[in-house]
């Protein structure tokens, strides 16, 4: 490749995945931090209510913004064994239909999402109260599809070439301008759900540009021909193979969750709050811990065309030590200071006594999930998916419902829901490591 900004194959393995990471970090908290702004803002200048209603589209968002996340996976994985290969004109080839299938799966989850809302938002049982602006806001938010999908996009074809830089400085602007408008439309013009939606699609859409145009100065440096071009059809089968299956990965996880979204819908709107509330903790600490899982499979993909078969389990085990401290680290420093960082979504203290409840059991368990999650990304990482993402099927959706009917609904207790999380993430982390050793073994046989 005429123009990459870090060598993964060669040099320390320890240096160089933290220094690719730490941009992703920053860009990841970032991203949360000016998401909390809308919950935050909307939570103390428009009441609990509508926060609740912001909360209960959350499973829904994470399932689409997911299905997004996964594709950029796939599209990262093949750029990043090309960049491996030295391969440039593949390179060209995965740019090429990358945009093209990113483009025509964010339009499509832009249509279902605007016309499902309502449907789906009723199918979880939310309450009465806040339903309408439940749906409004998520339609809003729908409108930001094919931005997300572009921008991941993006990131994808520059972090495979190891720049973490841009993205993160693309997101600083767009997220100024998220609170700014947040601030500006909630408070000033009092526009509840409907101004944290609108900002939020805003800022969406100039971190889409701004990364687009950066790509574009990437592959002009490259001498890209940007004249049309059949697009290989062959090339968008490869990221529908690779990226679909992870997408589903992260949706599985939101299917999951929705009966939990259910289950939590059977307490009253304070608790409903609460969980709201949790889930920018659960978010913040979730997106820190998957800037060392995206590392991995960075590196892995790279290692994997550069035919390096030693670095490409060190990265593995380099990539997954990291998210798995994160996790122990920040899961305890969030319930060390659980009322003071809850203070900052709500005023109502049966909010926040419901919210340390779950906080209680969750920020112990967040390392557990490291070992199933930085698994899965060495397995995309390899460029398999399927499997794993069928044992996310079984082990963390299936066994999550199976727990609601049961012994949720036997003991009907905050603790006896969420318990269900450490559990459920240490089964399915078992059946991971065990196919990862085996592909492992296979897909580096004649390194």
């Known amino acids: 490749m005429k123009s990459i900004e870090m060598d993964m194959t060669q040099g320390s393995l320890f240096k160089k995945i933290f220094i690719f990471s730490v941009p992703l970090v920053i860009t990841n908290v970032l991203q949360i931090l000016f998401n909390m702004t809308d919950t935050a803002v909307v939570g103390r200048f428009a009441g ?45 080839v995965t740019v090429r239909a990358s945009a093209v299938a990113c483009f025509c799966i964010g339009i499509l989850l832009l249509v279902a999402g605007i016309f499902s809302a309502t449907g789906i938002l009723k199918l979880l049982n939310t309450k009465p109260e806040l339903l309408h602006d439940a749906v409004v806001y998520f339609k809003i938010y729908m409108l930001c599809m094919p931005a997300m999908a572009m921008y991941n996009f993006g990131n994808a074809i520059l972090s495979a070439q190891g720049d973490t830089r841009s993205p993160l400085l693309y997101l600083i602007a767009a997220g100024i301008v998220n609170v700014f408008l947040d601030l500006l439309l909630v408070i000033a013009f009092k526009l509840s759900v409907i101004g944290v939606g609108v900002a939020t699609v805003i800022a969406q859409y100039i971190s889409c540009i701004l990364t687009l145009w950066k790509i574009y100065k990437v592959l002009s440096k490259n001498n890209f021909d940007f004249k049309y071009r059949q ?217």
């Open 231 to 447: 697009i290989s059809s062959y090339k968008i089968l490869q990221i529908i193979k690779i990226g679909v299956p992870a997408g589903l990965q992260n949706a599985i996880f939101a299917i999951a969750n929705l009966f939990i979204v259910a289950a939590v819908n059977s307490f009253d709107a304070a608790m409903v709050a609460g969980n709201a509330a949790t889930m920018n903790g659960d978010n913040l600490v979730f997106n820190i811990m998957s800037a060392f899982y995206t590392a991995g499979a960075t590196f892995i993909g790279q290692n994997l065309g550069a035919h390096k078969k030693k670095r490409i389990l060190n990265s593995y085990f380099i990539s997954m030590g990291y998210a798995a401290i994160a996790g122990f680290v920040l899961g305890g420093v969030l319930f060390a200071f659980g009322q003071e960082f809850l203070s900052l979504f709500t005023k109502d203290q049966t909010v926040v006594d419901y919210a340390m409840q779950k906080f209680k059991i969750m920020t112990f368990s967040f390392g557990i999930s490291a070992f199933m999650d930085g698994t899965i990304a060495a397995s995309r990482g390899l460029r398999k998916t399927l499997v794993p993402s069928v044992m996310v099927f079984i082990g963390s959706c299936v066994l999550r419902v199976i727990w609601v009917f049961t012994i949720f609904a036997h003991f009907r207790t905050v603790e006896s829901l969420f318990l269900l999380y450490p559990f459920s993430w240490a089964v399915t982390a078992v059946f991971e490591i065990v196919y990862f050793a085996i592909i492992y073994k296979k897909e580096t046989a004649d390194m």
């Open 48 to 92: 609990y209510l509508p926060l609740g209603s912001v909360g209960s589209t959350g499973q829904m968002v994470f399932f689409c913004s997911g299905i997004l996340t996964g594709l950029g996976g796939g599209v990262n994985v093949l750029a990043a064994i090309c960049v491996g290969q030295k391969n440039y004109k593949d390179f060209e």
